[in-house]
């Protein structure tokens, strides 16, 4: 099973101020990454797709990166909208599995 | 408009059963890879089971196979997961969602979920 690991589990910032996310894959998953967000009580939003594809109506703000087994989540500045749980996942090798999530929060 | 409404959770002892449904609509849903996807109260996405837009290819969680079965009819636009054996760890919400057209493996809809608790 391809295990994945993002980092850091929280992160703490302001409305306006750029945000980092990391996922690290235990073993190359080629291009096949994508990054959900999820608010409480809410399901999972597809964001970007195969490293560096914004899915349909996904704001330019938001861009990934990476490849290989170490992949990036850019959010330049932060909306009071994008506090939420960011999930990287891969579709290279089954199972389909997904990253324990980073918690984005308002400082 | 692409709509998903999962149905039939509930509280279930330990060895029992149950089956969710999901009913879809706003998209052509025989031409589609479906997905059940789970997640623990307080915890992150599990990938449970994906079912072929014909049911003729179905892959499963190693933690589920043997206990849970995905299928679907295509007549009625609806997904289900029969889910047996059930146990403590099963508690979450169970979401359907729908694979990219061209993209297997990359759910790009989701429903609202349906949560299944475990418990005696």
């Known amino acids: 099973e391809t295990v994945l690991t993002q980092s850091p589990a929280t992160l703490s910032l302001s409305p306006g101020e750029r945000a980092t996310l990391s996922c690290r894959a235990s073993q190359s998953v080629s291009n096949y990454l994508a990054w959900y967000q999820q608010k409480p009580g809410q399901a999972p939003r597809l964001l970007i797709y195969d490293i560096s594809n914004r899915a349909t109506g996904i704001p330019a703000r938001f861009s990934g990166s990476g490849s290989g087994t170490d992949f990036t989540l850019t959010i330049s500045s932060l909306e009071p909208e994008d506090f939420a749980v960011y999930y990287c996942q891969q579709r290279s090798k089954r199972p389909f599995t997904f990253g324990p999530g980073t918690k984005v929060d308002i400082k | 408009e692409v709509q998903l409404v999962e149905s039939g959770g509930g509280l279930v002892q330990p060895g029992g059963s149950l089956r969710l449904s999901c009913s879809a609509s706003?998209?052509?849903?025989?031409?589609?890879?479906m997905n059940w996807v789970r997640q623990a109260p307080g915890k992150g996405l599990e990938w449970v089971a994906n079912i072929k837009q014909d049911g003729s290819a179905k892959d499963y969680v190693d933690s589920v196979n043997g206990r849970f079965t995905i299928s679907r009819d295509n007549a009625k636009n609806s997904l289900y997961l029969q889910m047996n054996g059930l146990r403590a760890e099963d508690t979450a919400v169970y979401y359907c969602?729908?694979?990219?057209?061209?993209?297997?493996?990359?759910?790009?809809?989701w429903g609202q979920g349906t949560l299944v608790t475990v418990s005696s």
């Open positions: 969602a729908r694979d990219d057209y061209r993209l297997l493996g990359l759910p790009d809809s």
């Open positions: 706003g998209f052509t849903f025989s031409k589609y890879w």
